[in-house]
């Protein structure tokens, strides 16, 4: 692997305004989930805290995924982190994939199960069309 040290900014690839509109569609459910979930796993809510104890995770759990949540939706909606925008993506897959994981072995009804697919899908498509990943 080979660092590249230099003082100039990293080109974005060219995107057509299509490209971006959809990147803006898909993301945007994203940004509300990550806003919305993180500051009530922060502020541990009674839904937030019977859903964790429901689930077997330890009371201060939410803290972690709150402040998780919180920081990729601020990588997502700031443009200039090419590289950490790829590490909110792959750290949201895995809390979204551990989500399900976590539902099916509770034993939660089929819709609460495919949520985290669902949110899953929509950032994979705001994946494809980000315009700001290399």
Known sequence: MLLRMTTEPEKLPATT?????????????????????????L??????????????????????LGLGKLLALLTFAYPGTRRLR???YAGFTIELLCAFGSHVFAGDPLGVQIAPLIFLVILGMAYWFDPYRS
């Open 17 to 41: 305004a299509r490209g971006r509109l959809a990147y803006w569609i898909f993301i945007a459910p994203i940004l509300l989930f990550l806003l919305w979930y993180g500051v009530n796993d």
């Open 43 to 64: 502020r541990r809510t009674p839904d937030v805290a019977s859903t964790l104890v429901h689930l077997g995770y330890p009371w201060y759990f939410g803290y972690f």
């Open 86 to 88: 790829e590490w909110a």
